[in-house]
């Protein structure tokens, strides 16, 4: 299977000025495309990081990040941000949608922010908001919304611009497990029918399950990786 | 004792010290003690408080160590109230100064000054015998120290040297054993009294007119006819030569008496016990004593106490603080924006601490306990705003002073005086300003306190937003009610209990029944109903001029500078709310109208989302910047209206003349049209008309009794004479004429022919509150009826108007020359009016007629454009003095920005995430800052815009103004405004973008 993403020796230090963390100790990772990877590891061991680095989210100290053949380390911040709008959708722990944006305006926003006309930026967010069961839900600002309608309407801000990877950072981490199960069943379904690839960073055993390929990491390292061959979801 | 310990003491202190600081000096002027002691209670209250809690003083004094630069800021915008009014005091202060050292210097070693005028306008002369027994009794008056009889009258003075003569100036005839009342220093030594027959003494200032050195040859034109006489030395003008300022000459008394050929004397000087400034005191008792030896049927009947110094001295003290008090006035507008950002500041602060308090508030820590952690830390602030803005307030005074130093000097060779040179500020103003300073903060930091610490825990710490209000809140129904019988107590307090139709209370009783009712349809309509429809009424009723309602028939006060201030604050308000309540519906129609595409949509979207979901902090954003905009627009207006009827004006007031000239009485002109044709200067070619006028003085009957006898005022009035080529020829509009003549031109022949009719000017029509001082004030004049003068000989003259005039310039009574002969006995022609070709040469003209005939010669439209000049510095002075306020809004909008940045770090995360380039990010909150500042600068100029009309409709529309709008230099203003916040706002929001998306994201 062709890899949508790949890093080699990806070294990511933070320096506070007065310590240095080494989050990230020369990681090599390479993640085909449709697949599922889950990515685990205990509190402070780089999942995060990582995430954030082959995404583009954040700079490398050391290494290189391929994303669809590019060295996303080498782009500029604008190339990157492109490639993120156009490409990538997010998913995180909390949520993060834009509390003064309505539900439907919260997902339109990575289409307009890209350059789609408003009309069609409108007409893709009501599909996206269908597609995760929240069409009736469109003008409600997130403060009207459960946990697990906001992560619903995360994902749908995630897939409107039909990206090719999603990331998803603890998507379940604030949900409890029956919600938490209706969003990875969202995911799952969505990978299949889109194959759209997913990297998911969890604590949790039971989401991890559901994904083709499990890395676990510790201390900024790749310690174990689970895959059934081709990446892709149960 | 519970409910005292729950009781937080220090707020109610300090709202009860304000309150009793405020009222106390605004009616008695309290020294400094009084200022001391109300700052040791509140810095007492705020102690003994910290002292029963020292972990909340900690808690509150870190968290300004925590951030330094935003305490900075903080303390920034504090100290603009406090600079506003340290700045007003010291420029009262200076002012103050200034008048008393002017009136000190005017009156030197003289305290009071007795004189009289006969019917005829000239002064009384007192025989030698007569005031040597009257100097008698009056030097038995207690405290008298001297009395001098001296002679002093307008001459003609030439230097023959140079050719520059002055037609007015003094010849003072002194009495050389007069020495208590100064000497003559040259300087500043003492030079000897008496002089050679031949010689005088000129001070300095006439010196420097007359371009007259020592040795300089002068003729003086007295009713004897020419004299030459040769400068001894040129004093300074201080001492003897002090009173009245200069402008003269001085001799022996008996010179004088000899070149003007009188005898006796006509102005007597009393100087009292102690120096310069101790004589003063006595002036009281010596005035009195004075005016019973005046008294009818004394024998000097004819006299009367002219001046007084302690009097002067202290009415110039009183105008000179109105000079304070207007800007106090004009910069309550920016201590209010400054209060503002006070509240602003302090609810973002809460905003930023909300977690944390919210965990506070879980762990044990009651409400009173985060509300005085907050007011301890709001004290500090206070008090270090308050030390700093009272030294600020020194430095802007000063610059306040050196511009209007710079207005004065416009005035030309005229000023001799100097405002810089008084500079000076009192530990009085200082200490008050401080005081102020101080517990606006303080009180201002107490109720954001209060609103801070009624927060939910649970919403604090989970960051949930507050709930709104339910429409059916039993609480607003209350409110409502509350504030419409407040209101209508209001009113009837003012009308019935305190009988005081003063319309400011009215407005503010109305207004407050018309919030009332908006707080009461609320809970029917929802918030935005019951809002708009109270506010939009708000907004019509303050915008309407006061003279459309049917008040003023009963309003005794019908609004004066603080009617401005309330108008400001109302509409304002309502202007603000309104849009707020209604944001999204504007904004829903000008993005549509825009037809906005494309790539700005997301960033304006998030630019404009945030601020109407936070609608407090937005409005009152927006409300610092109208309210500052507002009264730079409403100042604007008022200036722009005025100059651009000046020329209109000017014309109306002129008739078509460009030079008017005075002559010395002892110098007059019998044809000036055959001195023109002669003198080789000048050409007849170069005027249209020449009129000679004859004029006067009389006294004049007025339709007002004086309350102390009952008889009716008799005032002074000038009056004029003209002759047939005026009648025929002048362009002097009427305001009303009689309708027996159809034209204007019939009007004035009519006059001419028939002694019995008079024209009187515009004054005794626009004659009100706001006018000039003048006699027609208080003369009941209606066409077609009498007015009653006073001859010489002391019987009455009854003439009939027939006409009023537009122009007021030449105050009085306007009749043919024959009426003014036949009557008065007044033939000399004293005034020439110049009609030119070319009114441009008016300036030039006027200093040949001047230099060549010996008269005072004024161009009227130079005249008038210095005049329009210096009242044009003087609204820019106090427009400059109100931008201080837009400081405040650009600096708070600065703060706000930055506190965004801070606040929606995550948030800006997820959008760099989602695709929001680092150029999206600076837009969005530029466009952010952009919309605040442009909503306010909107309701600002448009609300500035119609109280314009409201003042042009009210005050100049009477006055025949066209209304303008000098949208140049509103939208300049503006455009500083805007473009200064987007300079504020660059730093943070360009800061937003430099942020991590993995950084915001992991940020909390």
């Not at chain 1, 409890?176 to 969202?186: E, W």
């Not at chain 2, 009342?181 to 006439?206: C, I, Q, R």
């Not at chain 2, 040469?841 to 040949?848: M, P, R, S």
């Amino acid at each position: 299977m062709m890899a949508i993403i790949s890093c080699t020796n990806l070294h990511k230090t933070y320096d506070t000025g007065k310590v240095k963390v080494h989050a990230l100790r020369g990681l090599d990772l390479s993640i085909g495309k449709g697949g599922m990877v889950a990515v685990m590891g205990p509190s402070g061991c780089g999942k995060t990081t990582l995430l954030n680095c082959l995404s583009g989210l954040d700079s490398v100290t050391e290494g290189e990040v391929y994303v669809e053949n590019m060295k996303i380390n080498d782009l500029s911040d604008n190339k990157k941000t492109e490639h993120r709008a156009m490409r990538m959708g997010f998913v995180f722990q909390f949520y993060n949608l834009l509390p003064v944006l309505s539900a439907l305006e919260n997902v339109e926003l990575p289409l307009l922010v890209s350059g789609v006309r408003p009309k069609v930026a409108r007409e893709k967010a009501l599909k996206a908001l269908d597609l995760v069961g929240l069409k009736d839900w469109a003008p409600h600002v997130p403060a009207e919304l459960s946990g697990g309608e906001r992560q619903r309407v995360t994902i749908a801000r995630a897939l409107v611009n039909n990206p090719a990877i999603v990331w998803a950072d603890e998507p379940t981490g604030d949900l409890d497990k029956k919600t938490s199960n209706g969003i990875m069943d969202l995911m799952c379904r969505l990978n299949k029918e889109n194959k759209q690839t997913f990297v998911i960073v969890t604590h949790d055993p039971g989401v991890a399950a559901r994904a083709g390929r499990q890395i676990r990491m510790e201390d900024g390292k790749i310690v174990k990786d689970y895959s059934n061959g081709d990446d892709s979801t149960d | 004792m519970s409910i005292i310990k729950k009781f937080d003491l220090v707020t109610p202190v300090v709202v009860i010290l304000l309150l009793v600081a405020f009222s106390v000096a605004m009616s008695m002027k309290p020294g400094l003690l009084f200022y001391w002691i109300i700052i040791f209670i509140s810095i007492g209250a705020i102690t003994i408080s910290v002292l029963k809690n020292i972990v909340l003083f900690k808690v509150g004094t870190r968290n300004i160590s925590r951030r330094k630069g935003y305490s900075v800021i903080v303390i920034l915008g504090l100290m603009i109230g406090t600079i506003i009014i340290a700045s007003s005091l010291i420029v009262g202060d200076t002012m103050e100064k200034m008048i008393v050292s002017l009136n000190y210097k005017v009156f030197d070693e003289v305290d009071e000054v007795v004189n009289g005028r006969e019917a005829d306008g000239s002064m009384t002369y007192l025989s030698e015998e007569s005031y040597i027994n009257l100097s008698r009794v009056i030097l038995e008056i207690p405290n008298v120290e001297g009395v001098t009889g001296e002679v002093e009258e307008t001459v003609s003075i030439k230097n023959e040297k140079t050719s520059q003569n002055e037609p007015n100036y003094r010849l003072v005839g002194y009495n050389v054993s007069s020495k208590a009342f100064g000497a003559f220093y040259n300087d500043g030594k003492e030079m000897p009294f008496d002089l050679a027959e031949d010689e005088v003494y000129m001070d300095t200032d006439s010196a420097k007119a007359l371009e007259a050195e020592a040795g300089h040859g002068l003729s003086i034109i007295t009713p004897t006819g020419k004299h030459f006489l040769n400068i001894s030395a040129i004093v300074d003008t201080e001492g003897r030569t002090g009173w009245a300022m200069g402008r003269g000459i001085y001799m022996p008394l008996e010179r004088a008496q000899y070149y003007l050929n009188v005898s006796g004397i006509n102005i007597i000087k009393v100087t009292n016990e102690g120096d310069v400034v101790g004589g003063e005191e006595h002036c009281e008792g010596v005035v009195k004593e004075l005016e019973k030896l005046f008294v009818e049927g004394g024998g000097y009947d004819n006299l009367e106490v002219t001046r007084n110094k302690a009097k002067e001295v202290s009415e110039g003290r009183e105008g000179m603080s109105q000079f304070s008090d207007m800007f106090l006035v004009f910069g309550s507008f920016s201590i209010i924006a400054g209060v503002i950002l006070i509240i602003n500041i302090f609810v973002m602060l809460a905003e930023e601490r909300k977690g944390e308090m919210g965990i506070s508030r879980a762990v044990g820590m009651k409400r009173l306990h985060l509300g005085r952690s907050f007011l301890y830390e709001g004290s500090i602030y206070a008090f270090i705003s308050a030390v700093i803005g009272a030294a600020m307030g020194i430095l802007v005074a000063y610059l306040v002073i050196l511009f209007t130093e710079s207005i004065f000097s416009s005035f030309g060779e005229h000023v001799t005086f100097s405002i810089l040179d008084n500079f000076n500020f009192t530990s009085l103003s200082i200490i008050q300003a401080f005081t102020f300073g101080m517990l606006i903060t303080l009180i201002t930091v107490s109720f954001a306190s209060k609103r801070v610490s009624k927060l939910n825990i649970v919403r604090a710490i989970r960051n949930i937003p507050e709930p709104k209000i339910p429409k059916k809140s039993t609480r607003m129904l209350i409110f409502g009610i509350a504030t419409l019988v407040v209101g209508v107590g209001l009113g009837v307090l003012a009308i019935f209990v305190l009988n005081s139709y003063q319309l400011a209370s009215i407005y503010v009783g109305i207004s407050f029944v018309v919030l009332g009712i908006g707080f009461i349809i609320r809970r029917y309509l929802g918030d935005r109903w019951g809002i708009t429809i109270a506010s939009g009424i708000l907004l019509i009723f303050w915008s309407i001029p006061g003279s459309i309602f049917p008040f003023p028939d009963i309003v005794d006060d019908i609004g004066g500078m603080e009617f401005f201030v309330l108008s400001g604050i109302f509409l304002v308000s309502s202007g603000v709310v309104l849009f707020v309540y209604n944001s999204s519906q504007i904004l829903g129609v000008i993005v549509k109208l825009w037809g906005l595409t494309n790539r700005p949509t997301a960033s304006l979207k998030t630019a404009t989302s945030y601020p109407m979901k936070n609608k407090f902090r937005t409005g009152m954003t927006i409300y610092m910047f109208a309210l500052i905009i507002f009264t730079i627009t409403v100042m604007y207006m008022i200036i722009g209206i005025m100059s651009y009827n000046i020329e209109k004006t000017t014309q109306e007031q002129m008739g078509g003349l460009d030079i008017v000239g005075i002559a010395n009485p002892n110098n007059p002109i019998d044809n000036i049209e055959m001195r023109i044709e002669e003198n080789p200067s000048l050409s007849l070619n170069d005027f249209n008309a020449v009129y000679s006028i004859t004029s006067g003085y009389t006294l004049l009957n007025t339709s007002k009794r004086d309350p102390g006898t009952d008889e009716y005022i008799i005032v002074p009035s000038s009056m004029y004479g003209f002759g047939n080529d005026f009648s025929a020829k002048n362009r002097w509009t009427f305001n009303i004429h009689s309708s027996v003549y159809e034209t204007e031109r019939e009007v004035w022949q009519a006059v001419f022919a028939d002694s019995n009719l008079v024209i009187l000017d515009g004054s005794f029509v626009a004659a009100d509150e706001y006018g000039p001082p003048n006699p027609a004030t208080q003369v009941d004049a209606k066409i077609g009826k009498n007015i009653t003068m006073i001859g010489t000989d002391g019987r009455p003259i009854n003439k009939t108007v027939v006409g009023i005039l537009d122009q007021f310039i030449f105050s009085g009574i306007f009749m043919s020359e024959n009426a003014m002969e036949e009557e008065f006995n007044l033939t000399i022609k004293g005034i020439f009016l110049f009609d030119l070709v070319d009114g441009d040469k008016g300036e030039e003209l006027a200093k040949v007629i001047e230099r060549e005939f010996s008269i005072n010669a004024v161009a009227l439209k130079t005249a008038v454009e210095q005049f329009t000049n210096i009242m044009e510095q003087f609204f820019n002075l106090f427009t400059a003095f109100m931008s201080l306020g837009l400081i405040v809004g650009i600096a708070g909008l600065g703060i706000i920005t930055l506190r965004a940045v801070h606040e929606r770090r995550q948030e800006i995360g997820v959008m760099r995430s989602i695709g929001f380039k680092r150029r999206h990010i600076t837009m969005s909150f530029i466009q952010e800052s952009a919309f605040i500042s442009l909503a306010g600068i909107i309701i600002g100029v448009t609300l500035g815009v119609i109280i314009g009309y409201a003042i042009w409709y009210d005050g100049f529309k009477v006055l025949d103004y066209d209304f303008y709008i000098p949208w140049s230099k509103i939208l300049v203003v503006a455009l500083i405004a805007f473009v200064s916040t987007a300079v504020f706002t660059i730093p943070p929001s360009y800061s937003a973008s430099k942020v991590e998306p993995a950084d915001a994201l992991r940020y909390e």
